[in-house]
């Protein structure tokens, strides 16, 4: 029994011994893990509220679409999510309702803006070749041929052959470039799908220049 209460004796002492030299940094550890869980907790809540406030902007945006508001009523509240809530999903493609209400409005620059806000800011490829496919068009109608040229000369998505290489030859044709823009038409002619009504558009472009070659 007393060998036992001895060994037992050294085990507290060792224990001992142990928490003078650790126990502190033991401590601090706890402490910090307690503070990381109880962060995170903290942060995936702001973060949960944050999308839901953004969610909430986007829907009043939409309405605001849909009601036919003025374009004032849309841009702001298209702002309120690209400078609130930029990082979110939403903020993109409220960037991208509010430049289609405000081509739609005559509002070049406005469009141009929020086009290139989202380009700047998209983070799924897909939504940047919409945003710059959609910013060359207003850069064309403007008769910024080079600019838009530029634009459409970034790399893509395959999807988006057809459509790009059909803008691009709407800026070379209007900047007089036919040659380059017969071939730009012929390019988005290969991509396109053969049965689309799109494609016909193409084609009546090219036959135009085709017989003002003529």
Same mark, same amino acid.
């Given at each position: 029994m007393s060998a036992y209460n001895f060994e037992e004796q050294e085990k507290i002492e060792g224990l001992k011994s142990w928490w003078a030299a650790n126990g502190t940094t033991m401590l601090f550890a706890i402490a910090v893990f307690a503070a990381t869980v109880a962060g995170?907790?903290?942060?995936?809540? @702001?973060?949960?509220? !944050? &999308?839901? !406030?953004?969610?909430? *902007?986007?829907?009043?945006?939409? $309405? $605001?679409?849909?009601?036919?508001?003025?374009?004032?009523?849309?841009?702001?509240?298209?702002?309120?999510?690209?400078?609130?809530?930029?990082? =979110?999903?939403?903020?993109?493609?409220?960037?991208l309702i509010a430049a289609r209400a405000a081509g739609q409005a005559g509002n070049d620059q406005v469009a141009r803006d929020m086009l290139q806000w989202a380009l700047d800011h998209a983070e799924e490829p897909e939504i940047k070749d919409m945003a710059r496919l959609r910013l060359a068009s207003v850069l064309v109608d403007e008769s910024k041929?080079? $600019?838009? #040229?530029? *634009? #459409? /000369?970034? !790399?893509?998505?395959? =999807?988006?052959?057809?459509?790009?290489?059909? *803008?691009?030859?709407?800026?070379?044709? &209007?900047?007089?470039?036919?040659?380059? &823009?017969?071939?730009?038409? $012929?390019?988005? *002619? /290969? =991509?396109?799908?053969?049965?689309?009504? @799109?494609? /016909?558009?193409? !084609?009546?472009? #090219?036959?135009?220049?085709?017989e003002q070659r003529q």
């Open positions: 995170n907790r903290l942060w995936n809540h @702001y973060k949960a509220e !944050q &999308a839901q !406030q953004a969610a909430d *902007l986007y829907a009043v945006l939409q $309405q $605001q679409v849909e009601k036919g508001s003025e374009l004032v009523k849309i841009t702001d509240a298209a702002h309120l999510l690209t400078e609130g809530f930029p990082g =979110s999903g939403y903020a993109v493609r409220a960037a041929y080079d $600019q838009a #040229l530029k *634009l #459409l /000369d970034a !790399q893509h998505a395959a =999807s988006f052959t057809g459509l790009y290489a059909d *803008l691009r030859g709407d800026a070379l044709a &209007a900047a007089g470039k036919t040659d380059e &823009a017969r071939a730009a038409y $012929q390019k988005a *002619l /290969d =991509s396109l799908n053969a049965q689309g009504a @799109y494609r /016909d558009v193409v !084609q009546m472009k #090219l036959d135009v220049l085709r």
